[in-house]
Each structure stands twice: as structure tokens, then as C-alpha cells.
């Protein structure tokens, strides 16, 4: 059985999934549901400022469904906690008590005021949480008040903030970026700047699931009316994936521990977020979804994966495929693979040859043989190796990407004769 | 009249044609598409409806996420014969006519075909995935192969005790070897699980070995810490009338060992075939011989489709493979003459005002170059006569809840205990037995 424990600066969990401060993690009452079933960690719900609460609309919650499946994307419109400050710290206590060997980071978001973070950091380093993590992502609802992605959006108030949170707490900081922004460099630089000890992203993308055509109301709808709210869920991994890698890579921010999220549906997720260098993984929309117990499946597929790959730890796979992540620049522009069509597997949809033939570079031939048999064939010399047939190739192993020796060396655009800037 | 019997009514490719699995292994494909149909759902219907209460959600949801190994254990988990099970437990009326999916889209989660492809998986890539726990130094003897006895010796294996199995037929695994359909259990799928079984070490299985005549339950009491009794079904019924010993008759869970463990090529079968019962081994039996050759091949039983035995399913199956059912007759008596069984003349019947099956006194003749009884089978207590036998109920071992039967230290389970007569049941018994036992022995406590 592989090591799953995990430790991102400094903060100790079992495993490395956690539940992103969100709705499952809003209560004691969740949260030890959560820990009972096998989560290694959860990021406390987001707290504000002492006082009277904020106030949530209903409805809540939209989803983006897939041919038949649901919440593929998932958006909502809840704001941060709406329970009192010191209830919310009690049961903290309460449960980092309960639940010593499990991560306990407390999500935050007060104004933009050096003293707002430093009471709040004295309330709550008392409850013997593991870490802080700075709520610089919200899209809806608080970012009109001066919080939330409205400081994630400006890289200097990232620093600052981050800053009085290092200045006033030994606690380790993990800054939650928001992705609604040009270039997630910044921010990270920014975080990493002011003393970050980690960044956790991705927040949710600013969205409107649907229009409902009936009352021509954004979805979700309140009364009639709706606000963009924060996308998540399945849909939004791949932009997760590539925010991740670029704060990987950089030279400034490499290094840097992230705790991953966006879409951590199954272990085949978290293990890809973790491959780009992520110390630990937050889900949300899954656990909304299905419940708590999927961290059965999270725990014991990536343990079985691991114990496969001969990955004795986290290390041992942590970042492997960042070196692997690029610049277009860099890619071999000699690098060639060509569609190959398994005939005795083709179900003769045609798909392969259609998209080709409208979409692409009329690269699959078609005809039908003597017995009616429709048959689609590759056009070597025409075919640019771009995956589409490939892709939309509904039997598995059917058409596959065979690559070519052509006995060309590597070369990159800078070398390329095509290019008016080469050196 | 001579009778018409003879083997390789079918070319041997017709034959193997014909043989081929019921429920092919599904793709890879495949399983991520009908896994994908699962929901998930909380407090499963499916799960509630396993009699070993497997995890199918939780499993399923591990072939979705490509966790296939992960699936299979938790399979095995609950149910140690999970990879028979998937090929012959009556799914429709258990996980797959609870599932959720039929109400939502008319057609369950093919619950027992992605249970394969995960069994089938684990098999593949071979290893034992259940660790021992330290050696108790306590023996347990188990009397019978079957799947309450293996099932029971596996979990004692587990919870670190010694086992010593004592099974009266030449190999092991009970009906998963001889018992069922060749269609349902193709290749050498119960020795491969057997094996599997034994793999975790601990377990000593002593072959041609039966109670009553090799050892008595006095000495097994004597010997072992603890004795766990899974002989299953030891007779069949009998007709009770003139000729059904004479050529020609047969009972049918004989030939049906006969066809699982002999070249189905050398299997001698007759132009025209009356199978005499309505359960799933008439069935079995009916659909095998209509595989391997036999022109007409009738199957007659005493009520009504809906009082079968059989379950729909298996009716199905026997009626798309060309076997004619025709119910409400009995038999009244068995046709000979001198070469033995000619056929069998049935009366036909009806249920009177009260309910009760009655002749009507009209009767058929069915002529037959073959005639297989399969009306059931029953636990002949004889081997347990002049030795120590527990208390008995309604002809079969009396046990609680634990599976402890009137003994001390002794436990039973399986066909020879009150139950549906399934392999899924057996696993049951045998794991709960298993568990009690462990207590008994590690807390000496009296009521485990």
C-alpha cells in the first residue's frame, strides 16, 4: 500500500483530498460526516467579519447537464458563511479537538484593512486550525463589496493582504486565486510576494448557466432575476489544469506548494492536478453531487494507481509532468503521427470521415466495397496528424495516432525557415 | 422401438457455438458506458436486495473512475464468490429489479455483467488481495467445497484461523463445478476460483472425503475447535413410480455434472426429450440438451409460468433456445418397454376451489428417447444418524441467525440449512458462520 499522506507547508493530512470551503464544509455537522467517511481535510466554509451575517438568496444553485448527465458544470450564488463568526469558531475548535490528524484550514475574507485580517487572524488562530486560507476568489456577491475576486484581481492588494497575514499570524497562509483574471501568473507572483505559503486555486469562473426561454431569466434564477455566479464542476478542469501548470513553471512562483482544485471528480483527477505539482487537492462539486462517500473510490484508486506505478509516496509522482509543459515555441515542428483506422473494429459511422472532409484537411477517404461494407480510409499524404478523427471516434482503439519516423530532427519555430524572426 | 440416443447430434463448432457464454465479458467501452448509468444512489436498492450485501454502487462507481482492481475487491469484500455470482445469480430478481434505472429508463444497470468484467479483471492480473491476521493457533473443520464451506473457510483464513476442508467428490467448489449450466460458467472458471479462494493460504482441502464415511461429526467435534457443516442438497427427489430407474431416465443434476466435467462432444442425448420440473435446474438441463443436439425438447410442469421456480429470465432463456414448456400436467407414469423409457404419460391438472393442484383425468402421452427428473433435491440427514445430529427442521439443519445450529461448536449453512437455495445465499451463510465462529473462539464466548 502506498504513503498517502501529504504535507503542503506544514499542514498534515492522511490523504491529500480535502473538501473546499463551500457548502459541505459550512458546519461541525458536515464536516466530522466528511472525516468519518475518510476526507483527509477540509478548508473551513469562508468566515467575514464579526457581526451581524451575511444573507443568501434562494435560489442557489445552477447546473450545466450533459446529454442525460447532470451538474457536468455546477454555478452558484451563496456568499460566505451566513452563521455567526463565533459559532463558526467554536465548532472549528471543536472539531480540530475531535479530528487531531486531519487538515483544518479556515477560509477567509474580511475588508481590505490591515486591521479586519489582524482580528480576525487572533479569533482564529485560537481554535487550533492548521492554516489560513485568504478568500481572494468569490466572483459574485462580496467582490461588490470590495472582497473576494475584487482583491484577487489586483495583484498588489493580493501582496498586501498576504503581507498583514504573514505580519500577524504564525499560521501557514494559503492564498485562493481567483481565475477570472488575464494571466494567473500575476496573482501568484503577487501571493508569492507577500509570504504566501501556498496558493490554492481555482476559485470559480464567472458564469450564467442558462437562459430559461420561458421567462427569458438567467438560471439560477431568483424571482425572475439572476447574477453571474461562480462556475465549477467537471467542466472547468482543464482550465484548472493549465492555471496550475503555469504557476508550476514559473520561474518566480516554481516551487511554490498549491493545493489544486477544479472539477477533482475521482482519483484519476486528483492524480493529474498532482502530476503538475500540487500538494493537495480540494473537491467540491463531487462530494455535492454524490455524497461524502466518495472518498472510498478517491482514497483506493489512487492507492491502487500508485501501488501499480511503483509510486511509494506522493513525492515520488508530485510535478512529474511539469517539465513536460511548454511553450508552443518549444514543440517539435518535425514530430509527425498519422490517423490509422482499424477495419474490423469501424461500426461504419462515418464521423471520422466527415469531420475530415468538412472541418479539416479531407484526409479520410470514403467508399463501400463490394458487399455494401462502408469503407473510410486514411489519405496518408493529407493527413496532418490533428487528432480529430481520433477524438470523435466512438469505438475505443478504432482509430488510433501512429507516429511516423520521418527522420527529420528536432525543430522548434525558432529554427523554422518559415519564421521572419529566426535567429 | 430402440431409442434414439446418441452424442454428436451437432458438429463439434455447432456445438461449441451453442456453448458459448451467456453473459459475455463486457469491453472496456462498454463498462464505462452502462457504469456511467449508475447514480450512485444512497442506501442502494441494489445493495439492500444482495443477500452478501455488496457495495454495487461503490463498486461500480470504481470500474467508472478506472479503480477496476479496486472494484473487484470490493466485490470480494462482501461476497467471496463474487465472479460466479455475477454469471449466475438470479439478477432480475434481486439487484437488477430493484435498481433505480428501471423506473427511470425501463432498463436496470446490468449490475451481474459489470460485477464480471471487474471479477474477470482481478483474475486477470492475478494476486490475492485479503491479507491474513495473525495465526489464532485455532482449527476449524468444514465439511463440504461448496460456496458456504469455501466461503466460510475463507473468512476463517482471514481472521487467522486454520482450516481443514473435507470435500466427498474428486474436485471442489460443490454445484459452481457441477451444478450449473456450462453456458453460465464457461472454461475452468469455478477451478480458477477455487484456487483464488485457497491462494490465501491456510486452508487445507482434503478431497474424496465424506462425512459418514470416512469421519463422523463425533470426531470432527473431538479434533477441531469449531466445526462449520456445508454439505448442500446430498439427494434428489424421486418420482416415486415404476421405471424411473429403468434406461433412459435420468436425473437431471447428474447429466448436468456430467456436461461440466466430460467433451460435450461425448455427451449421448435423445431425438426427442422430456424434462419433468419447473425450477431453474429443468431449465438448465432442458436448454444444455437442446444445445447439444435433441430435436423436441419438452419441459413439463405440474401449475402455471407464474408458480415456476424458474425465473422469468430462465424461462425466457429456455423458450428463445427452441424447448417447448408446457404447464398444468403431471406425470401419472413412466413408458417402457423393453429397452426402457418410451415416454412418459402426463395427467393434466388445475387448481380446484380451494387452491389445491388437482388432476383432471385427462391425460397426454409424450413420447421420449430421454426422460431427466428434475423436481428438486433434499439434505439426507443419513450420514448424520448414528453420530451427533443437530436438531433438524423440516429436513434441513435447524441454525439462528449466526448460522449455530443445536451443537455446540457447530455451525451449518448453505443448501442443507432453510433458505433460497442460491450460491449467493451459501456465501452468506458461510461468512456469517465464519464471523461467529471467530468469535466464539477468540472471545470464548459461548453464544459467538
Known sequence: ?423 | MSRDVKAGRLSPEKIAQNYADLHPLLSGHEAAVESARCLFCFDAPCTEACPTGIDIPGFIRKINSGNVRGAAVTILDSNIMGATCANVCPVEELCEQVCVKNTAEHRPVSIGRLQRYATDHLFEIGGQPFERAEPSGKRVAVVGAGPAGLSCAHRLAMRGHEVVVFEAREKSGGLNEYGLAAYKMTDDRAAREVEFILGIGGIEVRNRKALGVDFSLKELRREYDAVFIGMGHNAVNHLDMDHEDDPGAHNAVDKIAAIRQQDLNDIPVGRRVVVIGGGNTAIDIAVQIKKLGAEFVTMVYRRGFAEMGATDFEQEVAQTNGVLLKTWATPERILVDDEGVTGVRFEYTQNDDRGHLVGTGETFDLPADQVFKAIGQHFDENPLEADDCPDMDRGRILVDENRRTSLDGVWAGGDCVAGADLTVVAVQDGKLAAESIHRYLTDGAAHG
Open chain 1, 1 to 423: 500500500m502506498a504513503d498517502l499522506s501529504c504535507n503542503i507547508a506544514g499542514v498534515r493530512s492522511p490523504n491529500p483530498f480535502w473538501l473546499a470551503s463551500a457548502p459541505p464544509t459550512d458546519k461541525q455537522y458536515n464536516v466530522e460526516r466528511a472525516f468519518e467517511a475518510g476526507w483527509g481535510g477540509v478548508v473551513w466554509k469562508t468566515l467575514g467579519e464579526p457581526g451581524p451575517p451575511i444573507v443568501n438568496v434562494c435560489s442557489r444553485y445552477g447546473s450545466v447537464d450533459y446529454n442525460g448527465t447532470r451538474m457536468m458544470g455546477l454555478n452558484n450564488i451563496e456568499l460566505i458563511t451566513d452563521r455567526p463568526l463565533e459559532v463558526n469558531l467554536a465548532e472549528i475548535t471543536a472539531v480540530k479537538k475531535a479530528w487531531p490528524d486531519r487538515a483544518m484550514v479556515v477560509s477567509l475574507m474580511v475588508p481590505c484593512n490591515e486591521k479586519a485580517w489582524k482580528d480576525i487572524l487572533k479569533a482564529v488562530e485560537q481554535t487550533g486550525c492548521d492554516g489560513v486560507e485568504l478568500n481572494f476568489g468569490c466572483p459574485h456577491g462580496m467582490s461588490e463589496r470590495g472582497m473576494g475576486s475584487a482583491v484577487g484581481q489586483v495583484p498588489e492588494y493580493i501582496q498586501d493582504v498576504t503581507g498583514w497575514c504573514k505580519q500577524h499570524s504564525d499560521l501557514p497562509v494559503f492564498v485562493k486565486l481567483t481565475p477570472n483574471i488575464t494571466d494567473i501568473r500575476y496573482p501568484a507572483r503577487a501571493a508569492n510576494a507577500g509570504g504566501a505559503d501556498a496558493v490554492s486555486l481555482i476559485n470559480t469562473i464567472n458564469s450564467i448557466t442558462s437562459v430559461n426561454l420561458d421567462s427569458f431569466s438567467p438560471e439560477p434564477s431568483v424571482g425572475g432575476k439572476g447574477a453571474h455566479g461562480g462556475y465549477c464542476g467537471p467542466a472547468v478542469k482543464p482550465i484548472a489544469l493549465s492555471m496550475v501548470s503555469e504557476i508550476a513553471r514559473d520561474p518566480e512562483t516554481a516551487g511554490l506548494p498549491i493545493s489544486g482544485i477544479g472539477g477533482i471528480s475521482n482519483w484519476r483527477d486528483a492524480a493529474e492536478f498532482i502530476a503538475l505539482g500540487c500538494g493537495s487537492v480540494q473537491v467540491c462539486t463531487a462530494a455535492m453531487h454524490y455524497g461524502f462517500k466518495i472518498i472510498d473510490d478517491l482514497v483506493d484508486g489512487l492507492n491502487n494507481w500508485m501501488d501499480d506505478k511503483g509510486h511509494a509516496n506522493l513525492e515520488a509522482f508530485r510535478g512529474k509532468a511539469v517539465p513536460n509543459v511548454t511553450n508552443w515555441n518549444e514543440l517539435d515542428l518535425n514530430y509527425k503521427t498519422i490517423a490509422s483506422i482499424d477495419h474490423d473494429k469501424c461500426i461504419e459511422c462515418g464521423l471520422c470521415h466527415i469531420t475530415c472532409e468538412d472541418t479539416s484537411h479531407q484526409a479520410i477517404g470514403r467508399r463501400k466495397d463490394e458487399n455494401g461494407k462502408r469503407w473510410y480510409e486514411v489519405i496518408e499524404d493529407e493527413c496532418v496528424g490533428c487528432n480529430l478523427c481520433y477524438l470523435v471516434c466512438p469505438v475505443e482503439d478504432c482509430i488510433t495516432m501512429v507516429e511516423v519516423d520521418n527522420g527529420k530532427p528536432y525543430m522548434n519555430w525558432g529554427d523554422h525557415p518559415n519564421n521572419p524572426m529566426r535567429n
